[in-house]
């Protein structure tokens, strides 16, 4: 029996897909079926942008904040387009040449990873046109594109019990990953970026806002899988995909990055253990980039986010970072619940006073999600009602009402000081949708 896993439009093709490569190499090691991967959002943005990708390109580099910039708003304007042809029921863009590409691998059966929203848009349509058994999870899953396939699996197991038709007792975790399964040179980065993932979910699971850890224990990676992963890609680019990683944790990859000469980044929460000395010596193992969970320059924001950090540590790691080399991404979170106006100036304050040691801001606006500790305790965190509006494709837009800022008023916020926030930047703006150019630029 052959097995095809899918990847989906639509969403940034600038690395292989590490939901597809693990589930790939979970389902070889542990069944006797032909599995196969597909990754059908390259191919998209091949037939779409198959002359944007040389602007990507370390020759080209001068011309990167314009290209970039123009890249992605164009990118943006076709996949609402195409995710509004969807919506009216009609086919979006390529769809017949996509859904060849699925035809001509003859599956018996074809499972979608749906690691992004977005990506539910080209499911919901192929779905109704696959004339072959059909599969679906991850996270971005819901009950429309259950309604519509033929089944869902919340993890990897239950797949695997499904295609062997049944369940086993011995299996094996204890593997590498294969990279090689797809041509490498069709993302759209100078060089390859490996996404690499060191245990199952965050360990830390307290953020209020997060759903990311629901249900799923902490559980680490084995080191010398890892490093055979890190091997067998013949690469020297390499993204830690995890929400964050303990120091101690860190110094030890950080070895193994050394011993290749690699650069990496990751995304971390900026506590006080990140010293001077242990940033110095993770910069000296190849760290080029973190991505650090800052969020707020408000201390209350940060306690009511139960975020676990302090202003005065986060100004200190950042600070530590910066003169070790490292290059600094600020996460910041704007509209809170509870965040007041005194509360949002407080965070651009900040921002502005530490700007020698930030390289670029990645600004967000705070969404209510299902799932998260806000949802499940509205009234703890001044919010007062919570509307749903179902949606054709995805689940039920939420809204809510809250004491403090409203969502309007932290748009306006946003706008009046978004020439102080971009002029900390030091790197085109554009780079927080494309974070594997970092590396690069």
């Known amino acids: 029996m052959k097995i095809l896993l899918v990847y989906l439009p639509f969403c940034t093709p600038v690395s292989p897909p590490y939901s597809l490569t693990n589930l790939h190499a979970f389902?070889?090691?542990?069944?006797?079926?032909?599995?196969?991967?597909?990754?059908?959002?390259?191919?998209?943005?091949?037939?779409k942008f198959k002359d944007a990708q040389q602007y990507f390109q370390?020759?080209?580099?001068?011309?990167?904040?314009?290209?970039?910039?123009?890249?992605?708003?164009?990118?943006?304007?076709?996949?609402?387009?195409?995710?509004?042809?969807?919506?009216?029921?009609?086919?979006?863009?390529?769809?017949?040449?996509?859904?060849?590409?699925?035809?001509?691998?003859?599956p018996d059966i074809?499972?979608?990873?749906?690691?992004?929203?977005?990506?539910?848009f080209y499911a919901h349509t192929l779905l109704k046109k696959l004339n072959v058994t059909t599969v679906i999870g991850g996270p971005c899953v819901n009950e429309k594109l259950i309604s519509l396939s033929d089944h869902h699996f919340k993890n990897e197991l239950e797949f695997l019990n499904f295609i062997e038709k049944k369940k086993h007792s011995e299996l094996v975790f204890d593997f590498p990953l294969d990279f090689s399964i797809y041509n490498l040179n069709e993302y759209f980065t100078p060089q390859t970026v490996i996404p690499i993932k060191t245990s199952t979910t965050c360990y830390y699971q307290q953020c209020t806002f997060c759903a990311h850890y629901a249900k799923v224990p902490y559980k680490e990676y084995p080191l010398n899988n890892i490093e055979t992963t890190i091997v067998k890609s013949g690469k020297k680019h390499f993204f830690l995909i995890d929400d964050m990683i303990p120091l101690k944790r860190l110094l030890e990859l950080g070895k193994i990055f050394r011993k290749y000469d690699a650069k990496w980044g990751c995304q971390l929460r900026?506590?006080?253990?990140?010293?001077?000395?242990?940033?110095?010596?993770?910069?000296?193992?190849?760290?080029?980039?973190?991505?650090?969970?800052?969020?707020?320059?408000?201390?209350?924001?940060l306690d009511a986010i139960k975020k676990g950090t302090n202003v005065t540590d986060i100004k200190e790691v950042l600070k530590n970072s910066h003169n070790a080399g490292i290059k600094n991404?600020?996460?910041?979170?704007?509209?809170?619940?509870?965040?007041?106006?005194?509360?949002?100036?407080?965070?651009?304050?900040?921002?502005?006073?530490?700007?020698?040691?930030?390289?670029?801001?990645?600004?967000?606006?705070?969404?209510?999600?299902?799932?998260t500790k806000i949802f499940d305790n509205p009234q703890q965190f001044g919010?007062?009602?919570?509307?749903?509006?179902?949606r054709t494709v995805l689940d039920p837009k939420i809204t809510y009402s809250v004491k403090g800022l409203s969502l309007e008023e932290v748009k306006k916020l946003k706008k009046k000081y978004s020439k102080v926030i971009n002029k900390v930047n030091k790197f085109p703006k554009t780079i927080n949708f494309f974070r594997e150019h970092m590396f690069f630029y």
């Open 329 to 371: 991404v600020v996460y910041t979170l704007f509209g809170f619940p509870g965040e007041s106006k005194e509360d949002f100036i407080e965070t651009v304050n900040f921002l502005e006073k530490n700007s020698n040691y930030i390289d670029l801001i990645s600004v967000s606006t705070f969404g209510l999600h299902k799932g």
């Open 27 to 47: 389902l070889s090691h542990n069944s006797k079926q032909e599995i196969k991967v597909l990754d059908l959002n390259i191919k998209f943005h091949q037939l």
């Open 58 to 106: 370390l020759d080209k580099w001068g011309d990167y904040e314009k290209e970039a910039s123009k890249y992605h708003k164009l990118s943006a304007k076709v996949y609402s387009e195409n995710n509004s042809l969807i919506v009216k029921g009609e086919e979006p863009e390529y769809f017949d040449e996509l859904l060849q590409e699925i035809k001509n691998e003859k």
């Open 270 to 301: 900026p506590t006080k253990e990140f010293s001077s000395e242990a940033l110095k010596t993770l910069s000296s193992s190849g760290l080029h980039f973190v991505l650090w969970g800052v969020e707020s320059g408000c201390q209350k924001t």
């Open 383 to 390: 919010i007062t009602k919570i509307n749903e509006e179902a």
């Open 110 to 120: 074809v499972a979608f990873s749906l690691v992004y929203s977005s990506q539910a």
